[in-house]
């Protein structure tokens, strides 16, 4: 008996006819069983009912070598091959068994349940039709009667499935393959038609894993890596159709199609890892000009327009080159309005613009989409501080210069700045009172621009001389009084000039 939960007990499961082996006595006078054979038999059945798969198959394979009119010896390795998942070979083997032996019926029953799996419905039938004719038992009889009756489903529904596709109507025609393919599951030239309706609805990643399925089904299918490939390129995937069309190549290296194909996506993928490295060290111009060389590679694929697009906007918001990068992104986001990449890389550039509720919209919409993003919260809540601080005081907008202003600029506005607005340039008191306060406001202003710690603190939407954004922080600096820059000269950071001021 076959102990439950055993290989072999869950093998006759799914091929109810491979328990035969179990019980299937040796004929030695009939097979012609030497001594070293039955040992290599017996062996093999004890570590098959062990689940020790590749053993078996190597006493299995010797019994075999030592003697080759041994039906038994084919029928046992077959049934490995099946248990390993290798029904290509076992049908030689089982075909084997039946020249051998034409009224083993378990075997031509098997044969028939695989040529079934593979599609080949005739084969399949024949098989079927020789089972009933042989003095089957009545189980049998009644599996071989089952499974005549629905390889004449599969032949129907096969029609009816050429038809559709023939008559254009894709979605007919692979509502019929499904139900095809869940009986024919080893039918490379019906996953093939499939793959080819999927193309026509436009689904390529369904294509592409029936595709997939029938390169390993058939052999030196270099038709099948061909198409994967080219999906993949058609979808943006460059590093999986180079991957693809590499191994249509191992299998024929003078194959044309796929060698041009091949120039073409070795090409691209080299620009856009050439590209990505120079992103990676901070070199942006550089990137920028490469992912303009991928555009005028591949006009044809919308892809990589919009992925390269994607990644100069990106570029052009790291390089503080706000202007161009919100034109950019602007572009990636009219063809993909939920693109979050674009939306983050926009919303960078609002914020050097000091667009701030574009910036506050730009991160919202982001979020959305990704609510789990900690560089989009974190955005979010400094474009939100950077709103609040505006309507306050900015000290960018007192000295007049971008928030992206090198120190040098500062330097050279806060000069300006405070030689206009000194105060004893003014006589009128009420003017001068006015000049006091703008020149204090000034004052402040290089203070903490020119510092690079306090000035990443006001650009995180942080006062770092306010005391109501520091916490537990001192004095407001817009209340200092006029007496406390007494003294004070503007133009002693090593620059050429030098004031004498004189106060009343």
């Known amino acids: 008996m076959v102990a439950p939960g055993s290989v072999t007990s869950r093998l006759g499961s799914v091929f109810p006819f491979l328990l035969v082996l179990v019980d299937l006595q040796y004929e030695g006078a009939e097979c012609g069983v030497n001594a070293d054979v039955e040992k290599h038999l017996e062996l093999g059945k004890k570590l098959l009912a062990a689940g020790q798969l590749a053993d078996a198959l190597s006493q299995f394979h010797a019994a075999v070598d030592g003697d080759p009119d041994n039906y038994i010896a084919y029928y046992r390795r077959a049934t490995v091959f099946l248990a390993m998942g290798k029904s290509k070979a076992a049908l030689p083997d089982l075909t084997k068994v039946i020249e051998l032996k034409m009224d083993f019926t378990a075997a031509r029953l098997q044969r028939g349940h695989l040529l079934l799996k593979q599609g080949k419905l005739d084969e399949a039938e024949d098989d079927f039709k020789k089972v009933l004719k042989s003095n089957p038992s009545e189980n049998e009889e009644k599996e071989a009667q089952l499974q005549l009756v629905k390889s004449d489903e599969m032949q129907r529904l096969r029609s009816q499935a050429l038809d559709a596709f023939e008559s254009s109507d894709y979605t007919a025609a692979i509502t019929f393959l499904d139900k095809i393919l869940e009986v024919c599951v080893w039918d490379a030239e019906l996953r093939e038609l499939r793959a080819e309706c999927f193309i026509k609805e436009g689904e390529p990643r369904k294509a592409i894993s029936d595709l997939k399925a029938a390169s390993k089904l058939k052999n030196d299918n270099t038709e099948a890596f061909y198409k994967i490939s080219t999906l993949y390129y058609q979808l943006g995937d460059h590093e999986l159709s180079l991957s693809e069309v590499r191994e249509c190549l191992k299998l024929d290296q003078d194959h044309k199609r796929c060698f041009a194909h091949y120039k073409q996506v070795k090409k691209l993928n080299k620009l856009i890892e050439s590209a990505e490295e120079l992103i990676r060290d901070g070199r942006y111009t550089d990137a920028t000009s490469k992912y303009e ?212």
């Open 293 to 504: 060389s991928v555009m005028k590679t591949e006009p044809s694929v919308p892809e990589y327009t919009i992925r390269s697009k994607e990644r100069i906007c990106h570029c052009f918001s790291k390089d503080e080159k706000p202007v161009e990068a919100i034109r950019v992104c602007s572009e990636v986001l009219q063809m993909e309005p939920d693109n979050v990449n674009a939306l983050k890389d926009r919303a960078e550039a609002y914020l050097i613009e000091e667009m701030y509720d574009e910036a506050i919209q730009d991160y919202e919409t982001a979020q959305e989409h990704n609510e789990n993003d900690q560089q989009i919260r974190e955005g979010l809540e400094k474009a939100q501080r950077l709103l609040k601080q505006s309507q306050k005081r900015d000290y960018y907008k007192i000295l007049g210069v971008k928030r992206n202003a090198k120190k040098q600029e500062i330097i050279k506005a806060y000069r300006k700045l405070a030689l206009q607005w000194h105060p004893d340039n003014f006589q009128n008191e009420e003017e001068k009172k006015k000049a006091e306060k703008k020149f204090i406001d000034i004052a402040a202003a290089k203070e903490v621009l020119s510092d690079p710690e306090m000035r990443k603190k006001f650009d995180d939407g942080e006062d770092p001389l306010d005391a109501e954004s520091q916490q537990g922080g001192g004095g407001n600096p817009f209340h200092r009084s006029w007496n406390s820059w007494q003294g004070f000269n503007p133009f002693s950071s090593g620059g050429p000039f030098r004031f004498k001021f004189h106060f009343n």
